[in-house]
C-alpha cells in the first residue's frame, strides 16, 4: 500500500469537511435552496476579498477569470502593461493579445520581482496605457509582487490595476478596497481548499465603468450579465452546484480559524520550509518568496524531472518541479490551503529520502529538524 500525499501548489488536498458537503445530492439551481447555498458562499466572499463589491462566482478555471477582466474591461486596440515575471505573467499578456489589445511587456528575470518605480516610469511614458495585469503571487517562480505599492501608482490614474490573485487570495492579505486594486481574480484549487473548476472575480465602480464603456468579445464570460443574476442569487447559466456546496462549507472553515490566523498559518509554514530546505543546502530561487509556495534549485547533479517523478511515483510525493529555464533545475513546495505543520514534515522527509536515493549527501533530519525549530513555537501543551 501507498499513501499519496498532494504537495503541489495546484491543485491543493481538499478537507474531509469539503468534500463531504460536496457529496451531498445535486439539487436544481434554480430553486431558493440553491439560492440560499449561492448567495450565503458569495456574501462570505466578500469577506475574502476585504470588499464591499460583489463578487463572481463563474464555472470555469482561473484562467477564465483572467480572460473575463480582458474581455469586460477592455476594447479591442487598447493598451496594457503586463507584468511578466514568469509563466503566469505571460498568460496575461497572450490572452491580451488573443483579443487584440496592444501590450507592453514589462519583463521580469526569474526569481526577481516587479518594480513599482519602473512601473511608474512606463505609465509616466505611455499616457495610452489603460490597464496593468499583474499576479499577486507568480506561481512559476514563487515570487511575490508588490500590489499594494503598484495600486498606488494607478489608483491616481485612468490605469486598471488588475490582479490574478489566484495563489495570493487566502494566502495574504489582498485588501482591494483598502489598496485600490480594481479587479482581482480567484480560482478554487490553490488556496480555497477546493478542487479545481471555480474562478472568483470582483470589481470595484472604477472597473464597472470601465466594463460599461467596453465593447464586450465575451459570450459565455459576461461579467454585467452574472453580476445582475448576482443580485437574484443566481447564475446565468448552470453552475457547478457541487462545487458551490464546498465552497461554502471551505469559507465557512476559513472564517472559523479566522482569516488572520490564516494568514500566519501559511507564512509561519512558509518559513519552515525555507528554514529545512537551507539546512538541506538547496539553494532558494528566489529572495522575494510568497507564502504560498517556496521553490528551490535542485543540486546541480540531480536530474529535477526524475527527482520529482520519483517524488510522486516511487515516494507517493507530488510536488510541482520548473517550468521553461527552470525545468528540470527547481522543486516547488506548496504551503498554501489545507496544510499544517506536519504536512512540511512529511515535505521535508520525503525530499531528504530522494535526496539520498538521488546519491546527494546529506545529514538525515535536518532539514525536518530545521522545519520543527520554526514549528516547534505554533503548539502550546494545555
Ligand atoms: C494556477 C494559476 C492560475 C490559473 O490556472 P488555471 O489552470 O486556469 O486554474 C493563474 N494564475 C496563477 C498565478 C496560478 O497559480
Not at 470588499?51 to 484562467?63: E, F, H, Q, Y
Not at 518605480?117 to 517562480?141: F, H, N, R, W
Not at 517556496?294 to 527527482?307: H, I, Q, R, S
Amino acid at each position: 500500500m501507498k499513501k499519496s500525499y498532494l504537495l503541489s501548489p495546484g491543485p491543493t488536498p481538499v478537507p474531509e469537511r469539503v468534500l463531504l458537503a460536496m457529496a451531498q445530492p445535486v439539487i436544481h439551481h434554480r430553486t431558493p435552496q440553491f439560492s440560499k447555498i449561492f448567495g450565503e458562499a458569495a456574501e462570505k466572499l466578500k469577506g475574502l476579498f476585504h470588499t464591499k463589491n460583489d463578487v463572481i462566482i463563474l464555472s470555469s478555471s482561473g484562467t477564465g477569470a483572467m480572460e473575463s477582466a480582458v474581455t469586460n474591461c477592455f476594447t479591442k486596440g487598447e493598451k496594457v502593461l503586463v507584468i511578466n515575471a514568469g509563466k503566469f505573467g505571460e498568460r496575461w499578456g497572450k490572452i491580451a493579445e488573443a483579443f487584440d489589445l496592444k501590450v507592453t511587456w514589462m519583463n521580469v528575470v526569474w526569481g526577481e520581482t516587479a518594480s513599482p518605480a519602473e512601473v511608474k516610469a512606463a505609465l509616466d511614458a505611455d499616457p495610452e496605457i489603460k490597464g496593468v495585469l499583474m499576479q499577486a503571487t507568480e506561481s512559476s517562480t514563487t515570487v511575490k509582487l508588490p500590489v499594494k505599492e503598484i495600486a498606488e501608482i494607478t489608483k491616481g490614474r485612468d490605469v486598471l490595476l488588475v490582479v490574478d490573485g489566484i495563489t495570493g487570495v487566502g494566502v495574504f492579505d489582498v485588501p482591494m478596497d483598502d489598496w485600490g486594486v480594481d479587479i482581482l481574480i480567484c480560482g478554487s484549487q490553490k488556496a480555497m481548499m477546493l478542487p479545481p473548476g471555480l474562478a472568483f472575480i470582483a470589481l470595484n465602480d472604477r472597473a464597472w465603468a470601465r466594463a460599461d464603456k467596453a465593447k464586450n468579445t465575451n459570450f459565455y464570460f459576461n461579467l454585467k450579465r452574472e453580476r445582475k443574476n448576482l443580485k437574484d442569487k443566481t447564475t446565468a447559466f448552470t453552475p457547478a452546484v457541487s462545487l458551490v456546496y464546498g465552497l461554502r462549507e471551505a469559507l465557512l472553515m476559513m472564517e472559523e480559524e479566522t482569516y488572520p490566523k490564516v494568514f500566519e498559518r501559511h507564512a509561519v509554514l512558509g518559513r519552515a520550509v525555507r528554514a529545512g530546505t537551507a539546512a538541506l543546502g538547496l539553494k532558494p530561487v528566489t529572495k522575494h518568496f510568497s507564502e504560498a509556495m517556496t521553490g528551490v534549485f535542485l543540486p546541480e547533479e540531480v536530474n529535477g524531472k526524475k527527482f520529482v517523478k520519483s517524488l510522486r511515483d516511487d515516494f507517493g510525493v507530488t510536488f510541482a518541479g520548473g517550468q521553461d529555464s527552470w525545468e528540470g533545475k527547481i522543486i516547488r513546495i506548496a504551503h498554501l490551503g489545507y496544510f499544517t505543520e506536519f504536512d512540511m514534515i512529511i515535505a521535508m522527509s520525503s525530499i531528504e529520502m530522494a535526496l539520498d536515493k538521488f546519491g546527494v549527501k546529506i545529514k538525515f533530519g535536518s532539514g525536518v529538524a530545521a522545519a520543527q525549530e520554526i514549528l516547534r513555537d505554533r503548539f502550546e501543551v494545555k
